[in-house]
């Protein structure tokens, strides 16, 4: 069985490599594949035909459209004057069989102040309307955006509404023997400037596609997830948009002398790997994103007994996951910058040949590391990771993320992730990418203070200690030397039981707009 699984993993990636556009001929977008059964188009002009009609609406505009007839402009405007719509954000009001237009419902959304409406806001209304279609029997939309005037702001919200729609309407359905019908509307997007709108919803689209990239690398269980298919699904994922991708086996992690890597491994009969993913955008030294890659989380002999705890542990491979869609997004955007994403991966089991607690490794910077606990795996496989980075890419920053802790959850809850940095350009410029996209962060202390919480009578220093979340930190800020640096927590933000927001129940894709973001943001030299 788990050979026909692991045989689906890889099926999966070879699928993912080779699926056309699904766009329209008005426009060519080179992003979209199989995640998505829905179908886009952009102009300037009408659609041929729809069953629905969305509008837009700015707060306080007239609700009505240059071509409307006096009597569909009465009867709207008594709709929504009983609906006490008035174009405040978020708002949103359904009209069926509204008089003189031929369609079968007007959807109506607020967006407040066009000028002043993030772009988070918008993405979320997108979601809410997607929410709203599917419940329905639409199958032709067209969004018209003429009540938004202004070109640039056109553009920039009607691209976020559809990233919305996009981000809502994935489905992680490939295991299911006969999967319910994804949604499989056609959107027409009505833009004021085609021009404008078009780098708007291909940078959007571009972004979408890595987060569905990192949510089918989470969603996949253990048995198919492993290190070598992980490995091999970024790598026919990534090379198609001109990405540089390496893979090292078990034996050259052994060979480089990556003994914390290899040794979290050494107990499953899929041993470790490491995972390269470069995009050279510019000739900048690159950004190094490091993401753990955890494929499945048994805790060791450190075993873990909560069954609700162990069955969501697919996800701990989320923080590499974000990493390898986040490259995806910037190689898809054809962004200007250059990026490595280094992804550890193991898979964490009991074994007659697994890892103890005690034992000693000896990482590939040569420190040496106690196994206090070995489900405090993560931070032994990023250690490797950071000093893998740092050594053969001499980054200007290094950001890794990572489920790492509880005690992080415990901190800070699921609305923020944790991030430890003593750099005030990489603490600002991440803040606003969490801010934008809405993964936001929260700074928690590195202070010399926490040394003594890591310190080990028997090696360099051991993995664990308290405070867990900043002992974590301090352990892999060892492996870092001078290079600007931050660590981002990402427990309990990888997985959601139910659709929330831009999310359908399962895996988020967390950290891949916020990564995305930040390495566009984070200043040259």
Do not use: C
Request: charged share 20%; no cysteine.
């Amino acid at each position: 069985m788990k050979f026909k699984a692991s045989l689906k993993a890889l099926a999966f990636a070879g699928a993912l490599a080779g699926m056309s556009s699904t766009a329209s001929a008005q426009f060519e977008n080179p992003f979209v594949t199989s995640y998505l059964n829905t179908t886009y188009s952009v102009s300037q002009s009408a659609a041929e035909r729809a069953d629905t009609l969305v509008l837009p609406v700015p707060e306080g505009a007239e609700v009505v459209l240059s071509d409307w007839s006096t009597n569909t402009r009465e009867h709207v405007q008594r709709a929504l004057a009983a609906a006490d719509f008035t174009g405040r954000k978020g708002q949103q009001a359904t009209i069926l069989a509204p008089a003189g237009l031929n369609v079968d419902r007007l959807i109506v959304i607020g967006v407040g102040d066009p000028s002043d409406v993030s772009r988070a806001d918008v993405e979320t209304y997108g979601a809410a309307l997607a929410a709203t279609i599917n419940r329905s029997s639409a199958e032709a939309i067209t969004v018209d955006g003429r009540l938004i005037s202004n070109p640039v702001y056109n553009g920039r919200i009607l691209a976020a509404l559809s990233h919305g729609v996009e981000l809502r309407n994935y489905r992680f359905d490939r295991l299911m023997s006969a999967p319910s019908a994804r949604p499989a509307q056609n959107y027409h997007w009505r833009v004021a400037s085609r021009s404008q709108a078009q780098s708007e919803f291909a940078e959007l689209q571009a972004l979408a596609q890595g987060v569905f990239l990192a949510r089918e690398l989470t969603n996949l269980p253990g048995s198919d997830g492993y290190p070598a298919a992980f490995a091999e699904y970024a790598r026919q994922a990534l090379e198609p948009l001109g990405v540089e991708v390496t893979i090292l086996g078990p034996e050259e992690v052994k060979a480089l002398g990556m003994g914390a890597l290899y040794g979290v491994s050494q107990g499953s009969q899929h041993k470790a790997h490491l995972l390269v993913a470069h995009y050279r955008g510019s000739d900048q030294r690159p950004i190094a994103l490091v993401g753990k890659g955890n494929t499945f989380d048994t805790g060791g002999y450190n075993l873990k007994t909560d069954a609700a705890s162990i069955l969501r542990m697919q996800t701990d491979k989320a923080g590499g996951a974000a990493v390898v869609g986040a490259v995806k997004a910037l190689a898809g955007q054809r962004a200007t910058v250059n990026v490595v994403g280094v992804v550890p991966l193991s898979l964490n089991m009991i074994s007659g040949e697994a890892y103890l607690p005690g034992d000693v490794v000896t990482t590939g910077s040569g420190l040496t590391i106690e196994v206090a606990n070995t489900d405090a795996e993560g931070r032994l496989i990023l250690a490797d990771g950071l000093w893998y980075a740092r050594e053969h890419f001499n980054p200007r920053a290094m950001a890794d993320i990572a489920t790492l802790t509880g005690a992080k959850v415990t901190a800070v809850g699921t609305a923020f992730s944790a991030i430890f940095s003593e750099h005030d350009t990489i603490l600002r410029t991440l803040t606003e990418a969490g801010e934008l996209t809405q993964e936001r962060v929260w700074r928690l202390p590195l202070d010399p203070a926490f040394e003594g919480a890591i310190e080990s009578r028997i090696a360099d220093m051991k993995n664990t200690g308290a405070p867990g979340a900043s002992a974590g930190a301090m352990l892999l800020q060892r492996f870092v030397g001078d290079t600007p640096w931050v660590h981002i927590d990402m427990a309990g933000n990888a997985l959601v039981d139910g659709d929330s927001g831009i999310h359908p129940r399962g895996a988020t894709g967390y950290g891949v707009r916020m990564l995305t973001e930040w390495v566009k943001r984070y200043p040259e030299e």
